[in-house]
T-cell receptor
Framework: ETGVTQTPRHLVMGMTNKKSLKCEQH?????MYWYKQSAKKPLELMFV???????ENNSVPSRFSPECPNSSHLFLHLHTLQPEDSALYLC????????????FGAGTRLSVL | DQQVKQNSPSLSVQEGRISILNCDYT??????FLWYKKYPAEGPTFLIS?????DKNEDGRFTVFLNKSAKHLSLHIVPSQPGDSAVYFC????????????FGAGTILRVKS
């Protein structure tokens, strides 16, 4: 079993749909992250949670809504997305803050039609 | 403005030879640097890191060099193997500011047998 599991792996949605991405980590970490990777661009940090509290929102549009019910689970709720939101969404976790190594899930490939 | 740049989108190397992947950064406050490797359909996996108090870190076939005055780091893979073919991402952070990683856009490495 991988340390960080993301579901679904692929998602196609219309602009009026509401969907959620799920991330679960089995590493005992207390920090979790959402990243967006668009084609040929660097990974962009979206949100950071430390001990279930959001500590970073990197100017992400409100159509992306994160939720962290506990240190092991992280969700990204999606609604009224735009085609330019199509990308690979990656979840990561780490043991603590301050430059520690982040461990990534395999990502959800999202297509918005 | 990209703070971490990987100027070579791709690199092709013969099996057994050395692969050298380069990364430049602009923020002199970065004090921790990491390299990640990513295979298709998988998330990035941590490879090796280096703190700004060092100029070299070695782990098996992988060595990272840091030149702070030039704001440049490089990853050396010796000898290169076909299984090393992947996308390599450079990342940087400021430990004092918490767990934000700034990524480069990646370099595709192809090792030919």
């Amino acid at each position: 079993e991988t340390g960080v599991t993301q579901t679904p792996r692929h998602l196609v949605m219309g602009m009026t749909n509401k969907k959620s991405l799920k991330c679960e980590q089995h590493l005992g970490h207390n920090a979790m992250y959402w990243y967006k990777q668009s084609a040929k661009k660097p990974l962009e940090l979206m949100f950071v949670y430390n001990f279930k509290e959001q500590t970073e929102n990197n100017s992400v549009p409100s159509r992306f809504s994160p939720e962290c019910p506990n240190s092991s689970h992280l969700f990204l709720h999606l609604h009224t997305l735009q085609p330019e939101d199509s990308a690979l969404y990656l979840c990561a976790s780490s043991r603590q803050s301050g430059g520690n190594i982040q461990y990534f899930g395999a990502g959800t490939r999202l297509s918005v039609l | 403005d990209q703070q971490v740049k990987q100027n070579s989108p791709s690199l092709s190397v013969q099996e057994g030879r050395i692969s050298i992947l380069n990364c430049d950064y602009t923020n002199s406050m970065f004090d921790y640097f990491l390299w990640y490797k990513k295979y298709p359909a998988e998330g990035p996996t941590f490879l090796i890191s280096i703190s700004s108090i060092k100029d070299k870190n070695e782990d098996g076939r992988f060595t990272v060099f840091l030149n702070k005055s030039a704001k440049h780091l490089s990853l050396h893979i010796v000898p290169s193997q076909p299984g090393d073919s992947a996308v390599y991402f450079c990342a940087a952070s400021i430990r004092e500011y918490g767990n934000k990683l700034v990524f480069g856009a990646g370099t595709i490495l192809r090792v030919k047998s």
